[in-house]
Nanobody, 117 residues
Framework: QVQVVESGGGLVQPGGSLRLSCTASGTIFSIWAMGWYRQAPGKQRELVARITRDGSTNYRDSVKGRFTISKNNALKATYLQMNGLKPEDTGVYYC???????????WGQGTQVTVSS
């Protein structure tokens, strides 16, 4: 059984920083990519940042220059450094692990990020 666990969320003032962590555990034969998604109240879940096994990254436009995604293949972990946080960054942040069959896609339970003064 594969488990994906996020941590690092919290309440921060505008302009502040947070670092999210995500770790996958269990029997995982290979990881193609890991990504961070967020969902604000009443809105659809959206991609924030994604990183592939070879290190290629992509970000949604609104976080470019403020967020940085990184990974540690050996630990099956990914991190999201978020600087210059804005109220519109508020939401539940989910980690997704993409693997070939039989693992497929796995989601974590999410971690709440609230940006407010």
């Amino acid at each position: 059984q594969v488990q994906v666990v996020e941590s690092g969320g919290g309440l921060v003032q505008p302009g502040g920083s947070l670092r999210l962590s995500c770790t996958a555990s269990g029997t995982i034969f290979s990881i193609w990519a890991m990504g961070w998604y967020r969902q604000a109240p009443g809105k659809q879940r959206e991609l924030v940042a994604r990183i592939t096994r070879d290190g290629s990254t992509n970000y949604r436009d609104s976080v470019k220059g403020r967020f940085t995604i990184s990974k540690n293949n050996a630990l099956k972990a990914t991190y999201l450094q978020m600087n210059g946080l804005k109220p519109e960054d508020t939401g539940v942040y989910y980690c997704k692990v993409e693997s070939p069959p039989p693992n497929g896609e796995r989601w974590g339970q999410g971690t709440q990020v609230t940006v407010s003064s």
